[in-house]
């Protein structure tokens, strides 16, 4: 990956040109913004720049052929510490912060980190999923962000703000990210072939939210598929609980076992609902409604016969939100969809 091809984030990209032109780069940073937006790919971006041995340092770019940068792209430069949160875990080990047990902070990243650089200029860890570092790993983190050692750089990869412990927010240069806009986002998934045209492209674009990770499970045909039947079941005013709830947990299933996967099915399954309740509540409003054509058939066919009026639109659109709030915050996810399909029937009654 180059800098010319990476899209979006320009303002970021000037913001840390601008520091390392002047010298006065920070040493600990916690980018902030949506999954699957590029944060980890600026991390690694910087890293190579700051990393190149042909580059001056005191510029964002790099010549992208020297042993170096190579070993960025596969991983294995000695001066590049990457640590994230194992398929099979809930969050990060605190192993890979401060060591086995046996030999606690000798080895780890806390330890590596205060390590002499093999290339002589820097030490660069980045911490993806730092939302699960919990409090235990935070807490071994303290020392390390407050007493950096020289020549480092520190980067955690979180998708809130909220989500990090205000020992760990005060300690950080916070840089935040957007989502990136429609048609960088449309480009994006031509080029990584998720799908065929870009008209295609354009339509999971605008209902991504921004987000790379987001269009891959659009691009699914299973889930457009489920999507068409939950915006049919919506629409028709009268919902059957037993039938939405397992069909949302049946989607969820067929992401496999692993409970992140789990629930981010989950969560763009919500999402779809929370849009389908918005764009209820504008056209209940008088306004035209915007999206796909299955959205607007959907929305055409709830006004139809929907009782609840504008209020009772928007009671459903802001138990959507709270119910993807509830999935964030790692709730059971068998009751929480039991609970949001419940509550759906009784307020599409009301």
Same mark, same amino acid.
């Given at each position: 990956?180059?800098?010319?091809?990476?899209?979006? !984030?320009?303002?970021?990209?000037?913001?840390?040109?601008?520091? +390392?032109?002047?010298? &006065?780069? #920070?040493?600990?940073?916690?980018?902030?913004?949506?999954?699957?937006?590029?944060?980890?790919?600026?991390? &690694?971006?910087?890293?190579?720049?700051?990393?190149?041995?042909?580059?001056?340092?005191?510029?964002?770019?790099?010549?992208?052929? @020297?042993?170096?940068?190579?070993?960025?792209d596969a991983s294995t430069h000695?001066?590049?510490?990457?640590?994230?949160?194992? #398929?099979? %875990?809930? #969050?990060?080990?605190?192993?890979?912060? /401060?060591?086995?047990?046996?030999?606690?902070? %000798?080895?780890? *990243? @806390?330890?590596?980190?205060?390590?002499?650089?093999?290339?002589?200029?820097?030490?660069?860890?980045?911490?993806?999923?730092?939302?699960?570092?919990?409090?235990?790993?935070?807490?071994? *983190?303290?020392?390390?962000?407050?007493?950096?050692?020289?020549?480092?750089?520190?980067?955690? /990869?979180?998708?809130?703000?909220?989500?990090?412990?205000?020992?760990?927010?005060?300690?950080?240069?916070?840089?935040?990210?957007?989502?990136l806009a429609e048609e960088q986002?449309?480009?994006?998934?031509?080029?990584?072939?998720?799908?065929?045209?870009?008209?295609?492209?354009?339509?999971?674009?605008? !209902?991504?939210?921004?987000?790379?990770?987001?269009?891959?499970?659009?691009?699914?045909?299973?889930?457009?598929?489920?999507?068409?039947?939950?915006?049919?079941? +919506?629409?028709?005013?009268?919902?059957?609980?037993?039938?939405?709830?397992?069909?949302?947990?049946? /989607?969820?299933?067929?992401?496999?076992?692993?409970?992140?996967?789990?629930?981010?099915?989950?969560?763009?399954?919500?999402?779809?609902? =929370?849009?389908?309740?918005?764009?209820?509540? +504008?056209?209940?409003?008088?306004?035209?409604?915007?999206?796909?054509?299955?959205?607007?058939? #959907?929305?055409?066919?709830?006004?139809?016969?929907? %009782?609840?009026?504008?209020?009772?639109?928007?009671?459903?659109? %802001?138990? @959507? *939100?709270?119910?993807?709030?509830?999935?964030?915050?790692?709730?059971?996810?068998?009751?929480?969809?039991? =609970?949001?399909?419940?509550?759906?029937?009784?307020?599409?009654?009301?």
């Open positions: 990956m180059q800098w010319q091809g990476f899209l979006g !984030h320009e303002q970021q990209r000037a913001w840390f040109a601008t520091a +390392l032109g002047r010298g &006065r780069l #920070a040493t600990t940073f916690l980018f902030v913004g949506p999954a699957g937006i590029g944060k980890r790919t600026f991390a &690694r971006l910087l890293a190579k720049s700051l990393l190149c041995r042909k580059s001056s340092g005191r510029e964002l770019n790099f010549c992208g052929r @020297c042993e170096d940068c190579v070993q960025v000695p001066d590049l510490i990457q640590i994230g949160k194992p #398929a099979d %875990r809930a #969050a990060i080990p605190i192993e890979m912060l /401060i060591g086995q047990r046996e030999a606690r902070m %000798r080895s780890g *990243l @806390c330890h590596e980190i205060h390590l002499r650089p093999y290339s002589g200029r820097r030490k660069i860890a980045i911490i993806d999923d730092a939302d699960t570092l919990g409090q235990e790993g935070a807490n071994s *983190l303290l020392k390390t962000l407050e007493e950096p050692p020289l020549n480092s750089i520190l980067i955690l /990869i979180s998708t809130r703000l909220q989500r990090q412990l205000p020992t760990i927010r005060s300690r950080c240069q916070v840089v935040r990210f957007q989502p986002l449309a480009t994006l998934i031509l080029s990584n072939e998720l799908v065929d045209t870009i008209e295609f492209a354009r339509q999971i674009a605008s !209902h991504a939210e921004g987000s790379i990770e987001q269009a891959r499970l659009l691009a699914d045909t299973e889930l457009a598929e489920f999507r068409a039947n939950l915006l049919q079941q +919506l629409a028709a005013g009268k919902i059957d609980i037993v039938r939405l709830a397992s069909g949302l947990i049946g /989607i969820a299933d067929a992401a496999g076992k692993e409970a992140a996967a789990r629930r981010d099915r989950l969560r763009l399954v919500l999402s779809m609902a =929370a849009e389908f309740f918005q764009a209820l509540t +504008l056209s209940i409003e008088g306004a035209q409604t915007a999206g796909d054509p299955l959205l607007r058939s #959907a929305v055409a066919t709830a006004n139809e016969h929907w %009782r609840p009026g504008v209020e009772g639109a928007i009671s459903c659109w %802001r138990r @959507c *939100l709270e119910g993807i709030e509830q999935i964030e915050r790692n709730a059971n996810q068998t009751a929480l969809v039991e =609970a949001w399909s419940a509550s759906m029937s009784a307020l599409s009654k009301q």
